[in-house]
């Protein structure tokens, strides 16, 4: 090359490098923009037109609970159908299994003797009603036998009677409430006895031969009227309501207070009548379904990220916080994303699983059917602990989880990051919910959780779960970190690596029950 010609390249490149650098500065501010405008929108928009106390409306007073095969579930995979396509975003129910088809009628239970009074009480999920008829019947306690052989002896007499198989809980005051009041001897002395009383209750059930899933069928088949139980979630008026395993004559959950009355009358020989009406329909063989929606990507349409919650729920309550607070952020996040981010780099989708609390199934049947999906996954984000805002995030055993997890918390705003604690590597989760069936397979899943509202005690699987429980300030703040998340991994230029930590156990992944409630 002649010196003329160098010289010449030389000028044009020191011409060329100020204007390629302010090319790449321009690109970066303007990514930066774009950036910071998707989420001042989705933070704009949440804070002043949140749709979470109309959806919860809607989802929680008028479809109510969402029991695995009940009409309620399929009505509400329905109605997050037609939410998602009002918002212009596609949306589908994707079968993937079987389960017993059940619907809850009403119930009416009175004590009439030795004096009347209308008793609170919740029929277990999947009891048998008792048709058009009311039952009058004495109401008699699971005696202190010596052994099966006496039980065998004392079964007859159960016939047409009411049987109340749990303990007469000692105290209906949560510890708490003992420990800000009581002296600190009779706090000792009443939990001590207790502990007793639960140890006794415990080998006296021990003692019939049977358990408490087996005896309320012994009990049916010997003619018994109905079973009362009584599961105190620890709380002032809160019970859990699970389901029944009775056949043929009804299971009912009788509140702490009304059964610790007729347990203690019954005990002194008072000889407590019941009148009882409760009804249920049996439906067959019914569909069961995930309800998944999509914002298909622009860039790496094959690439998906996932929000992820249970829709299902017990029946007890309105199955408000459990899970359907998840639900209704992990939808308002899907809203924000649609309306300040409606091309994705990657495909943005949301699922919405059935059968997530008789172990997590809709989502292992996902994981199932969709190795596509999860062979692709970016990032998973699954909430499920109740109403309160998130506090923690793990990295579920995954080595470089926190390159890329922390790398997208710095993009939500300081007054909803500040607040979550984050652990690194961390454990992978083997069940709880369901990023675990993720997890479990080496896909990258990651939980939301969520500061605690007394949600043991006061809302999980009770029938105090209803609208009144929801901390509408706190979801608000979840629906825009779920947003921004999903906004953030989508847009990464990497792709999220699944090395497991060394060292860590990984949990086994566990197959989805397709066919459920069902005779074999």
Not at 478 to 503: F, Q, V
Request: hydrophobic share 35%; glycine share 10%.
């Amino acid at each position: 090359m002649k010196t003329t010609d160098l010289n010449l390249l030389t000028n044009c490149w020191r011409k060329a490098i100020p204007l390629m650098a302010a090319a790449l500065l321009c690109s970066g501010i303007s990514q930066a923009q774009s950036s910071k405008a998707v989420i001042d929108g989705i933070m704009q928009e949440e804070t002043n037109n949140s749709q979470l106390e109309k959806l919860a409306h809607e989802l929680f007073d008028g479809i109510g609970p969402r029991l695995v095969g009940t009409p309620q579930m399929k009505q509400a995979n329905d109605w997050a159908i037609a939410k998602y396509k009002s918002w212009n975003i596609d949306a589908h129910n994707e079968k993937w299994g079987e389960w017993r088809g059940w619907e809850r009628g009403i119930s009416h239970i009175d004590m009439i003797s030795p004096r009347v009074k209308s008793l609170e009480g919740t029929q277990l999920a999947w009891s048998p009603g008792m048709g058009k008829k009311t039952v009058n019947a004495e109401v008699i306690i699971l005696p202190d036998l010596a052994d099966s052989v006496a039980f065998q002896q004392w079964l007859p007499n159960v016939k047409g009677k009411f049987v109340m198989i749990s303990m007469c809980q000692p105290t209906g005051r949560p510890d708490y409430n003992w420990q800000e009041f009581a002296l600190k001897e009779s706090f000792e002395k009443m939990k001590t006895e207790r502990t007793a009383m639960i140890d006794a209750w415990r080998k006296r059930i021990s003692k019939t031969g049977y358990n408490t899933h087996t005896l309320p069928v012994a009990l049916e088949k010997a003619g018994a009227a109905g079973i009362l139980t009584n599961n105190w979630s620890a709380g002032f008026g809160v019970d859990k309501i699970f389901g029944a395993y009775t056949k043929i004559v009804p299971t009912v959950d009788i509140a702490l207070e009304d059964y610790g009355m007729l347990y203690r009358l019954s005990e002194s020989g008072g000889k407590p009548v019941i009148s009882m009406h409760t009804e249920s329909k049996e439906l067959g063989v019914v569909p069961t379904f995930n309800t998944i929606a999509e914002i298909k990507g622009s860039e790496k349409p094959n690439e998906y990220v996932m929000l992820s919650a249970h829709f299902d729920s017990w029946d007890g309550g309105t199955g408000a916080t459990d899970n359907g607070t998840g639900t209704l952020t992990m939808m308002e996040a899907m809203r924000l994303l649609k309306k300040y981010y409606p091309h994705p780099k990657r495909t943005i989708l949301v699922g919405h699983w059935g059968s997530e609390e008789e172990g997590l199934n809709g989502s292992r049947a996902f994981v199932e059917d969709h190795p596509e999906i999860v062979q692709n996954l970016q990032a998973l984000f699954n909430q499920d602990n109740g109403t309160g805002r998130v506090v923690n995030l793990s990295g579920q055993g995954f080595a470089d989880a926190k390159d890329y997890l922390s790398r997208w918390l710095e993009a939500v705003p300081d007054t909803i990051k500040n607040r979550i604690k984050t652990n690194f590597p961390g454990q992978p989760g083997g069940g709880g919910s369901d990023f675990a069936s993720f997890v479990g397979v080496g896909a990258p899943g990651f939980s939301l959780s969520s500061l605690n509202w007394s949600y043991g005690s006061y809302t999980w699987h009770t029938n105090r779960d209803t609208y009144d429980k929801v901390i509408f300030d706190d979801l608000k703040n979840n629906a825009i970190l779920a947003a921004i998340m999903a906004y953030m991994a989508s847009e990464d230029p990497a792709k999220t690596s699944t090395t497991k930590t060394e060292g860590i156990k990984w949990p086994v992944q566990v197959k989805a029950t397709r066919r459920g409630g069902l005779d074999k």
